[in-house]
């Protein structure tokens, strides 16, 4: 099993501030890494597929990059809607793993 | 638009067998991986497995010897029993379509609002 990580566990960030999230995996998946953004009470909702392709609909603040093990999710200028959990997947190998997810908190 | 909802009960006993139905509306139930996640309270995200249109299976090792997906693709659904639960499978159940295949990517791209399944006596 490919075991996700992610850091920092929670992130505090002022509005219109960059936010910059990691993640990495315990062997190479490639480039098959998708990020999750999950709101309280909401099921998760996709924002990056293929690490740096954005799902339809995703603003442009939303950037993915990395490829093997070390990825990063990168949100340009924090919105307040921004606010939740990200959490990034795997779907190179079985099981599909997620992160433990990063907490991005108004400062 | 593609949605999926889930139901089932909202308790179960330790020891007996948890079982949630998710009904796919807005596209049909053919191809995809048809999947169950779940998340425990405050924790992180679990990929339990998915069935496929043609009835293969793929589980969880984590899960697999209590793990049991079905489809009935008259109904548009698909179904999830996990057996002798105990309390460590209080999470709330997502179910989720994995796609998106013509992009070259494997995909969750559309999911269930989720539900929460607690087990207690």
């Known amino acids: 099993e490919i075991v996700m990580t992610q850091s920092p566990a929670t992130l505090s960030v002022s509005p219109g501030e960059r936010a910059t999230l990691s993640c990495r995996a315990s062997q190479s998946v490639s480039s098959n890494l998708a990020w999750y953004q999950q709101k309280p009470g909401q099921a998760p909702r996709l924002l990056i597929y293929?690490?740096?392709t954005r799902a339809t609909g995703i603003p442009a603040r939303f950037s993915g990059s990395g490829s093997g093990t070390e990825f990063t999710l990168t949100i340009s200028s924090l919105q307040s809607e921004d606010f939740a959990v990200y959490y990034c997947?795997?779907?190179?190998?079985?099981?599909?793993?997620f992160g433990p997810g990063t907490k991005v908190d108004i400062k | 638009q593609v949605q999926l909802q889930e139901s089932g009960p909202g308790l179960v006993k330790p020891s007996e067998t948890l079982s949630l139905t998710c009904t796919v509306s807005?596209?049909?139930?053919?191809?995809?991986?048809w999947t169950w996640i779940r998340q425990p309270p405050g924790k992180g995200l679990e990929w339990i497995g998915y069935i496929y249109y043609g009835g293969s299976t793929n589980y969880n090792p984590s899960l697999k010897s209590r793990v049991t997906i079905s489809l009935d693709t008259s109904k548009n659904q698909f179904s999830l029993k996990l057996s002798s639960v105990t309390a460590a499978d209080t999470a709330v159940y997502y179910c989720?379509?994995?796609?998106?295949?013509?992009?070259?990517?494997?995909?969750?791209?559309?999911w269930g609002q989720g539900t929460l399944v607690t087990v207690s006596s």
């Open positions: 807005g596209g049909s139930i053919s191809s995809y991986y």
């Open positions: 989720a379509r994995e796609g998106g295949w013509s992009s070259g990517h494997s995909l969750f791209d559309y």
């Open positions: 293929g690490a740096s």
């Open positions: 997947q795997q779907y190179n190998n079985w099981p599909r793993t």
